[in-house]
């Protein structure tokens, strides 16, 4: 599956930004998603996971309370909900789809290109 993640920007600390990810095939209703970043000279890392029906979900323990991972099948979109901001919230953040919602990027089989979010203090 194809993905194409958007919604990026420069944000102030203390803003809000919805990222989206749209799907290229109605099999995305199947697929559990996820949502990776990796901030420059970092690991990429585990931020959300939903599974493929939308009822359950999975946060990295230091975002709970202020990320919300959601999912649209009818849209084939999942999106990622920040609040509160940081700067060390900035990052590139990618989305991917795979048979599980799990926060281990390599049990991911598909991946979006990635979109660029910037806080400023």
């Not at 996820?34 to 970092?42: D, E, H, L, M, Y």
């Not at 946060?59 to 940081?86: E, P």
């Amino acid at each position: 599956v194809q993905l194409q993640a958007s919604g990026g920007g420069l944000v102030q600390a203390g803003g809000s930004l919805r990222l989206s990810c749209a799907a290229s095939e109605r099999t995305f209703s199947s697929y559990a998603m996820g949502w990776f970043r990796q901030a420059p000279g970092k690991e990429r890392e585990f931020v959300a996971a939903i599974n493929w029906r939308g009822s359950n979900t999975y946060y990295a323990d230091s975002l709970k309370g202020r990320f919300t991972i959601s999912r649209d099948n009818a849209k084939n979109t999942v999106y990622l909900q920040m609040n509160s901001l940081k700067p060390q919230d900035t990052a590139v953040y990618y989305c991917a789809a795979g048979p599980s919602a799990v926060g281990i990027p390599r049990l991911y089989k598909s991946w979006g290109q990635g979109t660029l979010v910037t806080v400023s203090s």
